[in-house]
């Protein structure tokens, strides 16, 4: 098996932490790869070892057929990784217009601009950028941000792409959308390894290989339908809980909600035509509900479609345009500290 990057013995510790214990791994090349886990298993510092970012404190890592202790060597390979790191646009000048950002990318590999103006268009239009080519980065959705911040790492062709966690705090449509465009991208860049951490365990069912991580060490590895059979669980959720060490099995307990009284009317929060507007675009348009007290309420909707809006007006921290928004019987005010 070609593999794209190979750890020995690697361990990483933050203070007292144990970030990455003793961990011995192959990761395959070609194939897309997912590391999984919730947060805190050390999923962040195994991509920041391998992309050459973080210092190696102890074990040997190969990136890309060669030692990434060695100066030379990180310095050849670093130009042929792209790493994405976690948080919506992180990696974006929020300021910077979505060209401008991908330009500044391609100016620092070398690229002219004849060559530069060619990829950033092929990358705009296959992400669906295009139309909001002059848009503050800052003022896109999270799923745009994610979008523009892959076609900026992708602006030099990397042989290894790395992404951290990229769809945590995208909405499923944005999320799906994601992923369409990675499995593209790999169809005509089949020779690229994709390296993903992700805490989703069903957006995992679809990469190649996975490895299941914990507390810093490895449990175990495999694609999807073989840690499925190895466990033998129905979902990949179900296979990863069957991984963990027998304590943690035992201490994982189903929440249950109880059911609300059909008595419990009492009227906790209103929204009488609630509408807010940004110069001529309307994000919020005539909203109504009300929330019984002790109801558990949910906002539903993909990235911009006025969730948060909707709240600020409801708790005062944002005027609305237009209709009024009430707590416990008594109108919010803005204005007023009590509210």
Known sequence: MKTVARLENVSQH?????????????????????????????KSSLLSLISG??????????????????????????????????GLGKNLYHTL???????FFARL???DKAERDIRINELLQSTGLAPFRDRPAGKLSGGMKQKLGLCCALIHDPQLLI????????DPLSRAQFWDLIDSIRQRQPEMSVLVATAYMEEAERFDWLVAMNAGEVLATGSADELKAHTASQTLEQAFIALLPEAQRLAHKEVIIPPRNADESEVAIEARGLTMRFGQFVAVDHVNFRIA?????????????????????????????????????????PRDIET
């Open 14 to 42: 933050f203070g007292a932490t144990v970030a990455l214990k003793d961990i011995t791994l192959s990761i395959p090349a070609r194939r897309m790869v997912g590391l999984i886990g919730p947060d805190g298993v050390g």
């Open 53 to 86: 970012a973080r210092v190696i404190e102890h074990g040997n890592i190969m990136v890309l057929g060669g030692d990434m202790s060695e100066v030379r060597h990180r310095q050849d390979v670093c130009p042929k990784i792209a790493w994405m790191p976690q």
């Open 97 to 103: 217009s979505v060209y401008e950002n991908v330009d």
């Open 109 to 111: 590999f070398g690229h």
């Open 163 to 170: 992404l951290d966690e990229p769809t945590t705090g995208v």
């Open 293 to 333: 007290r002790g109801e558990i309420f949910g906002f539903l909707g993909s990235n911009g479609c006025g969730k948060s809006t909707t709240m600020k007006m409801l708790t005062g921290l944002l005027p609305a345009s237009e209709g009024e928004a009430w707590l416990f019987g008594q109108p919010v005010d």
